[in-house]
């Protein structure tokens, strides 16, 4: 999330990257292992991921660093890091900020379930450190918090920042 650094690189969570003209089309790509499983069963043909142009993004610069397939070209992410570090933020505001009511959780919480496809397909072996599978973890640590904010899974997804209003950039009025 972008909370007024500068961006070297697009937001975490979709909705801030992609325009509302999308819908939520893009979290239908977002599970890496529902190809592989169609591919293994033999059902069919493999859908092919959506193309995307720079009017589908927010920012022409986000364009410029996911591509037409939607891929991050950041590399070698780890996504049990990433989700700590999210996680330990969402505590943090949660216990030490806003509360519960802080507006920052739902789209952190957001961050977490667009990760966890990864963490259960990469990090769902049992952890030495903390003897829990982190994939399934994560799962149960996103359900319990949006079940005590009162929202589904599927409220969390289709979450969407605000709409910010664009100031002109005229000349001042003497």
Not at 99 to 120: A, F, H, S
Not at 148 to 159: C, K, P, V, Y
Request: charged share 30%; with cysteine; proline share 8%.
């Amino acid at each position: 999330l972008n909370f007024g650094q500068k961006l070297i690189s697009t937001d975490f969570l979709s909705p801030f990257n992609h325009t509302s003209s999308l819908g939520h089309t893009h979290p239908n790509y977002l599970d890496p292992t529902a190809a592989k499983r169609l591919k293994e069963a033999d059902i069919g043909p493999i859908p092919v991921p959506p193309k995307y142009t720079t009017k589908d993004f927010a920012k022409t610069h986000y364009w410029k660093l996911r591509g037409k397939l939607d891929v991050p070209k950041e590399r070698w992410v780890n996504h049990l890091q990433l989700a700590q570090a999210i996680s330990t933020y969402y505590v943090d505001v949660q216990e030490n900020f806003g509360g519960r009511d802080d507006p920052r959780l739902v789209p952190l919480l957001g961050c977490l379930l667009e990760l966890l496809p990864w963490l259960k397909q990469w990090h769902n072996d049992l952890d030495p450190t903390f003897n829990e599978k982190m994939g399934d973890f994560y799962e149960g640590f996103i359900e319990e918090e949006a079940r005590q904010m009162g929202l589904t899974l599927e409220d969390i997804r289709a979450w969407e920042p605000p709409k910010t209003s664009k100031k002109g950039k005229g000349r001042k009025k003497r």
